[in-house]
């Protein structure tokens, strides 16, 4: 459909001719299609700043806590305490082959770290290489832990960064400084990232101090307790097939009651970025419906006052029919005036909430930084794509109103 400066001057002229009724309609145009990309940047930013909360936990992961024991069993009382053991490990690899890799983990709370004359409070919380393909440790200074720190039980640790800030004021290094926990010292060879996960096992990952297994267990004599395990499944398996399996292993190891619900407490990750995903997958949804529900309203609204438009120019199109007005022509004016009406509209839509949806990627807090909340171009492309359609649509009824119009009936309304 190729349109000559002449009938662009003529859609122009038709369009400004009656301002303010163009502007509502085009503002109806504007506005779902502004609304529809803002929801849908914002839901994506939102589903990447929630899935940074659980950065670095394997998407297929489990973890194993105790309680007391809420039924007698085998000759001991109900509400005993118990707990894991580095056994557990081996029962687990042995007895339930859907496990991939299982860990342990010890911690220690409400410590302190100090530095020269700076003192920090700190979480401490093993780390072996097995627990860092579950849970990693991204830093942004140094290293992480690794397996020899772990053989060799050296006295090593990866620091948070809020302790970072604390005991070192930003004046010098961390990295091959020694802090002092419980009378001991510790060489840091690495500071945990700012932007980590947000959710974490034990305390907020800023004020955790992850130090080797072995180390730990030793220094605080744990000898082979465990606080928790974290395991992940193979291939296909799902955690909630697993879990249960788990659970009568070590119930079973532990003299617990099979029907105990309370003493071996499983925490399934799987579950949680299932949840999540499925959340906004049904946001996602609800944004289209309601963005395309107002679109087509807005596009109705368009063909009714192109219905209004064409009747205001009945005469005119008749006596252009009358002088020699092919269909095509008639087509290709009323079709353009609804294309060109809605496409305007909607690219004005598209570009305001690019710049909103930027604006609001600029204000997200630094611990979120990298969420992405702009609108892929290819959707961007479809969304003009779509409205070019509803403009097709939107014409139809009006053009095939101007298609009726008969000379002698423009003379006679004349």
């Known amino acids: 459909m190729r349109i000559d400066s002449d009938q662009w001057g003529e859609i122009m002229d038709s369009l400004t001719r009656n301002k303010a009724r163009t502007f509502l309609t085009a503002f109806g145009i504007f506005w779902g299609v502004f609304m529809l990309m803002v929801l849908m940047g914002g839901g994506k930013g939102l589903q990447e700043m929630l ?38 490990l081996r029962r687990i690899k042995e007895r339930v082959p859907e496990v991939d890799v299982v860990a342990p983990s010890l911690m220690v709370g409400n410590a302190n770290a100090t530095f020269r004359d700076e003192q920090s409070s700190v979480f401490i919380k093993s780390f072996t290489e097995d627990y860092g393909v579950i849970e990693s440790v991204p830093v942004s200074m140094g290293r992480s832990l690794n397996a020899s720190d772990e053989k060799m039980c050296r006295k090593v640790c990866v620091i948070g960064s809020r302790n970072a800030e604390e005991l070192f ?65 193979k291939g296909s398996y799902k955690v909630s097939e697993v879990q249960e399996k788990v659970a009568a292993v070590i119930k079973r190891a532990h ?12 925490l399934n990750f799987e579950a949680m970025f299932g949840l999540v995903e499925n959340l906004f997958k049904g946001i996602s949804i609800l944004v289209w419906m309601i963005g395309l529900g107002t ?59 690019v710049l909103c949806l930027s604006l609001i990627e600029n204000s997200v ?35 095939a109103r101007a298609m009726s119009i008969k000379p002698v009936d423009a003379m006679r309304e004349e």
Not at 184 to 201: D, H
Not at 331 to 353: P, W
Not at 365 to 394: D, K, Y
């Open 255 to 266: 003299r617990i009651a099979p029907y105990d619900t309370k003493a071996v407490q499983m």
């Open 365 to 399: 807090p630094a611990t979120f930084a990298g969420s992405n909340f702009q609108v892929p171009f290819w959707t961007a492309v479809g969304a003009a794509v779509l409205l070019s359609m509803l403009g097709v649509l939107a014409g139809i009824g009006p053009t």
């Open 295 to 353: 679109l087509l309203a807005s596009a109705i609204g368009v063909s009714n006052i192109m219905l209004v438009t064409v009747r205001e120019r009945t005469s005119e199109i008749g006596i252009r029919r009358a002088i020699g007005a092919t269909p095509k022509d008639i087509i290709v004016q009323t079709m353009s005036e609804s294309i060109v009406l809605t496409l305007t509209a909607g690219l004005f839509g598209i570009c305001l909430s």
């Open 169 to 233: 004021k930003d004046t010098i290094s961390p990295l091959g400084q020694f802090i002092e926990i419980s009378g001991v010292q510790y060489q840091v060879v690495g500071v945990n990232s700012k932007e980590s996960n947000s959710i974490a096992i034990g305390d907020n990952v800023e004020s955790t101090v992850y130090i080797p297994y072995a180390t730990l267990s030793l220094v605080y004599n744990r000898a082979n307790q465990v606080d928790f395990l974290g395991f992940t499944v």
């Open 51 to 88: 899935a940074h909360n659980f950065a670095g936990f394997a998407t297929n992961s489990g973890f194993i806590f105790v309680d007391n024991t809420s039924e007698p069993y085998a000759g001991f009382q109900s509400n005993r305490v118990w707990s894991l053991e580095m056994e557990d």
